[in-house]
């Protein structure tokens, strides 16, 4: 009897599932984050938006900068952005663009 192998994506190792669950939690733990990333040059806060949770996108972050008189929050998202003489209010409207925007930026045209 021909007995085809079966595919290593469906072998259970002999130490068994708890195995599995414990390799995948490491790498969720251990997969790149903002926090781990260098920022961009001017860069002062970072908020990771709602679409980054739902993708895993870690490049989806409203960014606030400082500008010539004041501040500046920028989505990466949805390019929305917001300017203000006042750190903590720039700061707080990045706070909440980023719980609430689902926005992916609009891909490369490629040819
Ligand atoms: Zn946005």
Sequence with gaps: MNQQPTPDTTRV???G???LRIRDALRQ??????AVEPWPDGVIARYVT???DLTGDVELTVDVTKIDGGFRRHCRGC???F???WEPA???SAQIHAERCRALPKP????
């Design 83 to 85: 300017e203000n003489f």
């Design 50 to 52: 709602k679409a980054a």
């Design 29 to 34: 733990l251990l997969a790149p984050t903002p």
């Design 108 to 111: 490369e045209a490629t040819r």
């Design 13 to 15: 190792p002999l130490w």
């Design 90 to 92: 720039v700061r707080d």
């Design 17 to 19: 599932q708890d195995a």
């Design 79 to 81: 390019g929305d952005s």
